[in-house]
Structure formats: structure tokens, C-alpha cells
């Protein structure tokens, strides 16, 4: 027989997690609300534990603005040799299957928001992480360059090009510098 402790009443963590649930829906409402001074407002102190979380959306999918652009980003790390290492994300036509399930959250980071201004905060942690990568203490990393590449999509009504044949990135640009300092490594 169940003993019957609850006089009725929810207990603290009900009334947490039931809150918490609340916010959470108020904020996911207010991010899918147009842009607005009070949707700004809102997520001026938000935003950053927003992404954090992974909690922000993007349905730029299925948005009317198609991207006219095909981009990659990369980072050269220079070492006190004056050698150089390439840092690529996943590139997913190079997976297997499962790999690509597992590493398709990163990738999609590192596309759509790591060679971007607006996410111009996360620059120095992302090179210290990749410092730390391609540490070794008898050539260490001296600095790292975040770099964008692309090429403009041909427009598929003139001349339809398969994944395979479209035009290499050609076109490059330097988005952010780091100077490591050796309390980057530890």
C-alpha cells in the first residue's frame, strides 16, 4: 500500500521546475517575436547564457533569404618555429554516417555563428581552445587567424551545378587575430 505524504500542496521543486518551465516558454516566445527595442531589450542581458545553453533557434532554412554564399571557416595557428597548422570544422561530405551524427552540432556551430561579428565574444576562447589543441611545449602556438572563405551560389535558374561541381571558395578574409600569452595554456 502507497503511504500518501502529499497533503495537496506541490512541493519547492515542483514549483521550480514549474517555473522554470514557464520562463523558458516566455523566452522562446519573445525569440520568435520580430525584431523589436523590447525584443532587443529582453535579450541584451539573456543572450549570452541563451547561446550557451543552446537554446537559440535559427529558421533560416525557411526563410525567404536564401544564402547567396557558400562559406567555410578555417583558423592558421603559428607556432615559434614560424610553422603554420590548418584548424577546419567537420567537413560532413568526409564522414561516415555516424560520424556525422555526432559531430554535426559542432559543425553547424562553426558555420553559422563562429566566423560572424555578432558572435565576436566567443573569438578568444575559441582560439585558446584551439592553442590548447595544437599545444606542444616545444613549439608552442604564437597566434592564431579566424579566416572566412567563399564563393558566391550560382543562380540555380541560369545553370543548375551539383554539390560536387560547384565553384571552389575562392574569395578569403581575415575575421579576428589572437596573440597567445602562456596563461592561455594552463
Known sequence: MEEQTNSG???ASEIC???LIAVYFAFVFIWFLPESVFKSKVFSTM???WLYW???QSW???SPNIRQMNYYPSAIITFEDGSKALWEPPLMDKLTLVERFKREKFRKWSIDSLPWSRFKDYWPDFAKYVGRKYYNPLN???SLSLNLRWIEIPNPSQKFYRQTELPP???FNTTFCYKYKPEDFK
Open 140 to 142: 608552442k602556438p604564437v
Open 17 to 19: 521546475i514549474s517555473l
Open 54 to 56: 543552446g537554446l537559440n
Open 60 to 62: 533560416s532554412l525557411f
Open 9 to 11: 500542496k506541490p512541493k
Open 47 to 49: 543572450y549570452t547564457p
Open 169 to 171: 571558395r575562392t574569395k
